[in-house]
DNA sequence: GGACCATAATGGTCTGACCAATCTGGAGCA
DNA sequence: TGCTCCAGATTGGTCAGACCATTATGGTCC
């Protein structure tokens, strides 16, 4: 259990349960940490977090907001982040990434029937590349996304066909990363997030 | 003056200022508030910025440590994300955005003889257009590098010639913004960062 | 109907305390 | 001498309550 992420994570939780929209506002700090049961301290430190990340925005005297999200800007993000982590991955990769790789992409074929499983797996898939990157600012950026992506994961992993086609596409890019190709792993995670962003777009 | 960062960067000029170097142990955090004159409170939630941006982690019991940074790494990822944010910015700037580009490009030659104003100049510059980019995500992921690109953009402006190759550089992204370029704006940006860049590793 | 102001509401900060994990150094023993 | 083990000190994590600064609200007065 990440404790740093307890206090953001529950606030993100309540936001999404109550339905509150981007740009509305949320409920009083004091209120918020009776709720979730921990101190105003710690509840700013997690809304401060937050307010990192661009996800809120505090006003003082008024209130804190809820910012707008556009998941296609997040999205093109993504695409320009993610083929650098594969390059990285495939130069720098040690053994022990390597283990971490085929076990997630091990554990997608095995849960390919049950989206909610597929997805998690989907995560690891991903966590372990950018692990794998060694770059500690890639790791960073991707900690602050990560948890705007549940969205677009849902979307994929909804769909069989695009379940098992993500499955041959991250099995390409972890066969390029265990290679050492570092064009080949760029070029793999390009086309993954192409069939990803594609099927975005539809729905 | 930006509440926000306030704490977190005046943590940041304090460790340069004592050479504490990567890995090694921070002062506790009740030396710091004190130090720096706010409350514990406050401190923690300026640390909490940083070990979010993977500058600092804390262990209880043990203390805070300051992380390994590879400038390199650091690069990899603007070469990555500037292009972006200057492509959005050709596509979605606002007459308000050619201003402030415009403004800071005017700026920029006329301090060229300046290496300490000249880098604030082109500070402004790039954050222009990442505003001027109207992308949440993009705005946010700079907003948590900026202060560690310091050191990289006092390389630059240390050098006279790189100073007027920037100017021009950045005079062709600004010129493309304005005409709604994307595809030579990301272009414009690419050269600019090569140039950039092959001045940080002869450095 | 509009301008103005007292009041409440809300985020920002501070103080002081206690808890939990870790580190350190000395006592005791083999 | 060298080792183990433990008690205390150190340090980050959290909490409670208070006050300040800014903004929003609603009523009053013209």
Chains 1, 2 share one sequence.
Do not use: K
């Amino acid at each position: 259990m990440p404790p740093r992420n307890h206090v953001a994570e529950s606030v993100r939780a309540l936001l999404a349960e109550e339905q509150v929209a981007p740009g509305d506002r949320l409920p009083p700090e004091r209120e918020l940490a009776a709720r979730l049961g921990v101190s105003r301290s710690s509840l700013r430190e997690g809304l401060r977090r937050l307010a990192d990340l661009g996800i809120i925005e505090s006003r003082q005297g008024s209130g804190t907001y809820l910012a707008p999200l556009d998941l296609g800007d997040l999205f093109e993000v993504r695409l320009r982040l993610e083929p650098l982590a594969a390059r990285l991955a495939a130069q720098r990769r040690g053994e022990e990434d390597l283990a971490r790789l085929a076990d997630a992409l091990a554990e997608m074929r095995g849960v390919l029937g049950d989206p909610q499983l597929f997805g998690e797996a989907d995560v690891r898939a991903h966590a372990a590349i950018v692990e794998a990157s060694g770059s500690l600012p890639v790791r960073v950026l991707f900690a602050a996304i990560a948890d705007l992506l549940r969205h677009s994961r849902a979307t994929t992993a909804g769909n069989d066909d695009l379940r098992a086609g993500a499955v041959s596409e991250v099995a390409a890019i972890v066969e390029a990363i265990r290679d050492g190709d570092g064009d080949a792993a760029e070029a793999a995670m390009r086309d993954h997030l192409a069939h990803v962003g594609a099927s975005l777009s539809a729905a």
